[in-house]
């Protein structure tokens, strides 16, 4: 009997402490770095409640044999007076090592969190920076390959009016070749060709014009300024139709064009003639002069020629003035531009960036030459002055306006005159 009562309250005692006993053996048989703060918190709810328990008597249960056992147990509790002290002390060192252990694991947390949060911003910052100079690449990518693209399709259209003058030429050497062959049989040695001296600087020509004449935008917008003219005087119809000599690239025929005005050209540059005609333009191949001298009396509105006349000789102006003033009906009136020699920046250097220019006209002697040649009422029309930027304004008086108009004066002029 004594011995089935001491099994009964040894596997009460058991009951008792189970629970605290299984947490902190699984407490313990963690390693720290991976220790679950709810097994922690499992763990101290049970050792604070075995705790509480220590030394304490279970309750008492009603039957005989219960209140024998409680008795046997307020024996034992009295017989392990001295034990029960150790529990205490036990329970108390395993409390405060587990919440010690608690803490430690939560500061480790809380580090290995602020350990990814300061890699995370890191990887960001170093990501955004990355991403940024990818960026900045891909601009600087894009860039270059627009401005390639611009540059070939430039040059392209650079060389397309060039391919198109060869095409030409070498159909009318081709074209020539043949009527010169001996009508008999063909074995007789074909002739040299004419040869095409006169066409051998065109595509230069034409790069010069590129390179300092300016852009067609810019062009266009100059001589936008004989527009009014010819709207008063009523010229650009179909009876009174504008001549373009040297036609050049024609700017000048696409601004006649866009005001739906009757105009056609004529140059002897290949390469210009066949910007032109891509352009859909009315051109011709020729020379200006026999062009002028073969037309009809009294069958021009209007004769132009914009930085010409300073390329031909003494006779070759004559020659032009006549032959406009005859072509000309009454009304009807010449506009011819050419570099301003007043201004000595142009009279002593930009005249000399064209090769072909024989030699300046001074406005004196245009005005001279259009009243010598008919032509009753002359205007001088001075164009195209300096910047304003570079006009010298520190100084007043008369030397420096005298100055400043002889070096930033207009760099053009044009000699407009009307045939009664």
């Known amino acids: 009997m004594p011995s089935e009562l001491l099994r ?48 304490q008597l279970p309750p008492e249960p009603p039957s005989l044999r219960g209140r024998i056992g409680a008795q046997l147990v307020k024996l034992i509790q009295r017989l392990l007076f001295w034990y029960t002290p150790q529990i205490v002390h036990f329970q108390y060192s395993a409390v405060q090592a587990i919440e010690e252990l608690a803490k430690q694991n939560q500061r480790l947390r809380e580090q290995l969190e602020e350990a990814r949060r300061r890699d995370r911003d890191e990887w960001r910052t170093v990501f955004a920076a990355a991403e940024s100079r990818m960026e900045t690449v891909n601009r600087r990518l894009e860039a270059l390959r627009i401005q390639t693209i611009a540059r ?40 040299a060709p004419v ?11 034409a790069a010069l014009e590129d390179e300092f004449r300016g852009s067609r935008e810019e062009i266009k917008e100059r001589l936008s300024v004989y527009l009014p003219r010819l709207a008063v005087a009523g010229i650009g119809g179909e009876s009174m139709p504008i001549l373009d000599v040297g036609c050049g690239r024609g700017e000048w025929l696409e601004l006649l064009r866009e005001q739906q005005l009757d105009a056609s050209g004529i140059d002897q540059n ?46 070759q102006l004559l020659d032009l003035w006549d032959s406009a003033w005859r072509a000309l009906k009454p009304g009807g009136m010449a506009i011819f531009e050419t570099p301003n020699p007043n201004n000595v920046f142009v009279g002593a250097r930009n005249f000399y960036l064209d090769p072909t ?45 005298r100055f400043n108009e002889c070096f930033y004066g207009p760099q053009d002029y044009a000699i407009i005159g009307w045939k009664a």
């Open 8 to 55: 009964q309250v040894r596997e009460e005692m058991q009951r008792s402490y189970k629970p605290g006993a299984q947490s902190l053996e699984r407490a313990s048989s963690s390693q720290l770095p991976g220790i679950d703060s709810a097994a922690l918190r499992s763990a101290l709810a049970a050792l604070y409640s075995s705790y509480a328990l220590v030394g």
């Open 152 to 191: 070939l399709e430039r040059e392209i259209a650079r060389m397309r009016p060039q391919q198109i003058a060869l095409e030409r030429r070498i159909a009318q050497l081709i074209a020539e070749a043949r009527n010169r062959l001996p009508e008999a049989s063909g074995t007789a040695p074909l002739p």
């Open 195 to 205: 040869t095409e001296d006169q066409h051998n600087f065109d595509g230069f020509y």
């Open 270 to 315: 290949l390469v210009v003639l066949g910007m032109c005609q891509e352009r859909g333009l009315p051109v011709r191949e020729g020379n200006a002069l026999e062009y002028l001298r073969s037309l009809p009396e009294k069958s021009l509105g209007a004769v132009t020629a914009f930085h010409v006349i300073e390329h031909l000789t003494l006779p």
């Open 357 to 401: 220019h024989r030699h300046p006209i001074p406005p004196l002697l245009g005005r001279f030459l259009a009243e010598s040649h008919g032509f009753e009422r002359v205007e001088i029309l001075e164009l195209h002055p300096c910047p304003v930027e570079l006009i010298d304004t520190r100084t007043g008086g008369d030397v420096a306006a």
